[in-house]
């Protein structure tokens, strides 16, 4: 092999060099399906898990603005309680976050 081609400086092939070892492309032109229904599965667990939170947090910074609104000496303590239940909502995220990379293995 001359010097300069890619065998002989120690690259690898360019199928291997343009996917990636271990890539979803990869995975697509094997016979064993596990690899692509594993990434599916996690984008379905955290997208899941994204859009619950996503609604609650609505909710309730809709409500405090409305509790707010109504009653303004009142506005500390609703914007405290908001805090925690905002706090609350988003560890549910981090929960499927986690969850989707314990799908991956």
Same mark, same amino acid.
């Given at each position: 092999m001359p010097p300069g081609s890619a065998t002989g400086s120690g &690259? +690898?092939?360019a199928s291997t060099a343009t996917t990636g070892e271990g890539s &979803? $492309?990869? !995975? $697509?032109n094997s016979s064993d399906p596990t690899a692509g229904l594993t990434a599916i599965g996690r984008g379905i667990v955290y997208g899941? !898990? $994204?859009i619950g939170p996503g609604i609650g947090i609505g909710l309730v910074v809709g409500n405090a603005i409305t509790a707010m609104a109504r009653q303004p000496e009142s506005a500390? #303590?609703? +914007? #405290?309680t908001m805090f925690l239940g905002i706090a609350f909502t988003e560890a549910l995220a981090l /929960?499927? /976050?986690v969850l989707a990379f314990i799908i991956s293995g």
């Open positions: &690259l +690898r092939n &979803l $492309a990869q !995975a $697509a899941g !898990a $994204a500390g #303590t609703v +914007r #405290t /929960f499927g /976050f």
